[in-house]
């Protein structure tokens, strides 16, 4: 098993992805549109709901991250994801000091 940090941080950057990357908003725009018009608590809204939400997608992406490190590729896809939320983290402090 990994580190509990690089865990977190892979989990962190794979939620990214998710919910707030460009990258990915195709896909939660197709949902949204699949989603249009059913009824709050649906099983096609709270797959939208979970899509666009932190919190939410975090739980499947952290359980993703876990089922991963089960295999040496996974932790090789892991490993690649927590390195780019410290990229990300460290270009946030630096633009913190630099304003």
């Known amino acids: ?45 709270r797959v939208d709901f979970a899509l666009n939400c932190g919190a939410c997608a975090s739980v499947y992406t952290g359980a993703v991250v876990l089922a991963l490190d089960q295999f040496a590729a996974g932790r090789v896809l892991i490993r690649v994801l927590a390195a780019s939320q410290s990229a990300l983290l460290v270009k946030a402090g630096i633009t913190k000091l630099e304003a």
């Open 1 to 45: 098993m990994l580190n509990p940090l690089v865990l977190a941080l892979a989990t962190h950057r794979l939620t990214q992805l998710v919910v707030e990357d460009d990258i990915t908003r195709p896909v939660r725009m197709r949902v949204a549109q699949w989603a249009q018009g059913h009824e709050e608590f649906s099983f096609r809204e």
